[in-house]
Nanobody
Framework: QVQLVESGGGLVQTGGSLRLSCAASGRTFRSYVMEWFRQAPGKEREFVAASGWSGPDTYYADSVKGRFTISRDNAKNTVYLQMNSLKPEDTAVYYC???????????????WGQGTQVTVSS
């Protein structure tokens, strides 16, 4: 399985931007669909975005569409989540995930990162 390590979280004001990174180990990175999930306090972990094997295929939750952009660099074994126009409701722990196919729930995820905290102040 692939090991995932996120970075880039932090505290930002409403309307600000952050870019999360997820570095993957292993030579099978390009065979995985890479995704981002998030979990706010007291809530279930929810799908945010996914990037297909080659990158052009992307999927977004309605709540982040138009504000967040997922991208991947297969040469660097890294997936990114550019987050713009951040809102307080985006506050959560963000998790990188690898899956065999695009999944919108946590049940079919093959590997998880440890998570990185994003806090958006009002």
């Amino acid at each position: 399985q692939v090991q995932l390590v996120e970075s880039g979280g932090g505290l930002v004001q409403t309307g600000g931007s952050l870019r999360l990174s997820c570095a993957a180990s292993g030579r099978t990175f390009r065979s995985y669909v890479m995704e981002w999930f998030r979990q706010a306090p007291g809530k279930e972990r929810e799908f945010v975005a996914a990037s297909g094997w080659s990158g052009p295929d992307t999927y977004y939750a309605d709540s982040v569409k138009g504000r967040f952009t997922i991208s991947r660099d297969n040469a660097k074994n890294t997936v990114y989540l550019q987050m713009n126009s951040l809102k307080p409701e985006d506050t959560a722990v963000y998790y990188c995930a690898a899956a065999v196919t695009v999944v919108l729930t946590t049940q079919k995820v093959a590997s998880w990162g440890q998570g990185t905290q994003v806090t958006v102040s009002s």
